[in-house]
């Protein structure tokens, strides 16, 4: 059964570059035609979809997200990367990895990672 796994900094200060990590276990992220999307959930509101990597390494991304957001993969490593730049206090939340068949489609989550920003 496929797993992930989300890591990172737990805490980034304001204008640094938030950088996340989703280890995939259980399964090649090369294997099927998969998209590997990153959600987050800031505290007291709804999921937020990120972006995403598809098998043929497309990305896509949110449009208010667009300017500060790098997706890629490492393949010798067997997992997703997530980096956010120019980060502010409110992209404070917790940040989920999911695989799916599209964008927006999940049928594999991570169980997610806080990241605090602050100074």
């Keep these: 059964q496929v797993q992930l796994q989300e890591s990172g900094p737990g805490l980034v ?7 996340l990590t989703c280890t995939v276990s259980g399964g090649s992220i090369t294997t099927g ?3 590997w999307n990153w959600i987050r959930q800031p505290p007291g509101k709804g999921l937020e979809w990120i972006g995403a990597i598809s098998y043929s390494l497309t990305t896509y991304y949110s449009p208010s997200l ?7 993969r490492d393949t010798s490593k ?5 980096q956010l ?13 999911a695989r799916g068949g599209g964008i927006l489609q999940y049928d594999y989550w991570g169980q997610g990672t806080q990241v605090t920003v602050s100074s």
């Design 33 to 35: 035609y998969y998209y």
């Design 66 to 72: 667009k300017s500060r957001t790098s997706i890629s």
């Design 78 to 82: 067997n997992h997703i990367t997530l």
């Design 13 to 19: 200060k304001p204008s640094q570059t938030l950088s």
């Design 85 to 97: 730049s120019s980060v502010t206090p409110e992209d404070t939340a917790v940040y989920y990895c």
